[in-house]
């Protein structure tokens, strides 16, 4: 049966006050660099210690790894491109339809009769679609 105390989670054990939390983070990011730093001064020795074979992959795996990095980076200039040009299609839409429903505006017989055409035009494409 749970406890009904809530800091603690069953099988992660208590989760401490909020002030603590802080001050680990703290702690943290004071000895991360000093982490970091020792994991990459000793990387070379260790990936050194492996067979040849092992190396050149890891060498491949990195050169790889750079590649891909740069094509997902073209990958998000262009949803960043994207997302823009299309904000700007969408910044009339929403500023209408904030319009409609503040009541500052009424909708056109035209708008009304046109979501009703294009309602059933997507329930008939629906049915013949199957």
């Known amino acids: ?20 939390v802080v001050k680990q983070a ?9 982490l970091l730093a020792n994991q990459e001064a000793n990387e070379p020795d260790y990936i050194d210690t492996l067979p040849r074979n092992v190396q050149r992959r890891i060498q491949a795996l990195k050169k790889l790894q750079f590649q891909y990095n740069e094509v997902e980076g073209e990958f998000m200039k262009e949803i960043s491109r994207l997302e823009q040009q299309y904000q700007d ?21 035209e708008e009304v009769r046109m979501l009703l055409f294009t309602m059933i035009t997507l329930f008939f494409y629906s049915i013949y679609k199957l």
């Open 26 to 34: 703290e702690a943290l990011s004071d000895i991360l660099p000093e």
């Open 1 to 20: 049966m749970h406890s009904s105390n809530p800091s603690k989670s069953p099988g992660i054990g208590p989760v401490p006050p909020a002030p603590e």
């Open 89 to 109: 299609k969408f910044h009339p839409i929403l500023q209408k339809r904030s319009a409609i429903i503040t009541g500052k505006v009424e909708p056109t017989d």
